[in-house]
């Protein structure tokens, strides 16, 4: 009896070397999996950041249609800001609090705006003239620098616009930036830079 049971003790038992092959092997897949996970993750949180930015606009847009008020869109070369039109007071006031408040982006980034009207011309005419039209001459004159680049108009009109979004540091072969667009009506498109200019834009 104890010989039967020294000998099933035996078989069901690992040597040390076997389990030191096992902590290896799992070392070695472990590592390769953390390895594909940040070769990818710069990619995927460019376009979650992206999406959100997309969503971001989109929930200002709805917010002019249901406030009745005239939203707008500051874009600078390395931050944007969201403005609302106050008509009491005359002028544009930031709306930096959630949910209009920008996240933190996953790396440094610059952002390159184009603002056109239907006819494709450049940002003073068009939909956006009407927008500064509509403020009082005064507004104008003294807080100029304040104005929106985009408009999303109280009507569902907006803007036609294309922002590109790329990162700072120009490594464009392993993280490639995104670029939102929209005709003005249709709902913001969130496209890769690869896949605007296959489609010739």
């Known amino acids: 009896m104890d010989k039967v049971s020294h000998r099933l003790g035996k078989i069901s038992g690992f040597t040390l070397i076997e389990l ?11 590592g390769a999996a953390v390895i594909s996970l940040n070769l990818g993750g710069d990619q995927r949180g460019m376009q979650a950041y992206g999406q959100r930015m997309a969503q971001r606009i989109e929930l200002a847009r709805d917010r002019a249609v249901q406030n009745n008020q005239e939203w707008g869109l500051r874009v600078a070369r390395d931050e944007y800001l969201f403005v609302v039109f106050d008509e009491l007071q005359g002028h544009w006031i930031p709306q930096s609090q ?81 670029r939102l667009v929209t005709d003005g009506f249709s709902p913001m498109a969130l496209e890769g830079l690869d896949d605007f200019s296959r489609g010739g834009g």
């Open 20 to 30: 030191l092959v096992v902590v290896v092997v799992l070392g070695i897949l472990m």
């Open 98 to 178: 959630p949910p209009f408040k920008p996240d933190e982006p996953p790396q440094p980034l610059l952002y390159e705006l184009r603002v056109q009207d239907g006819g494709g011309n450049e940002l003073n005419t068009g939909l956006f003239a009407q927008a500064q039209d509509s403020i009082p001459q005064t507004a104008v004159e003294t807080d100029s620098q304040e104005l929106p680049d985009v408009v999303f108009f109280s009507s569902g009109e907006a803007s036609q616009f294309a922002l590109e979004v790329t990162p700072q540091n120009g490594i464009q072969d392993s993280v490639q930036g995104f």
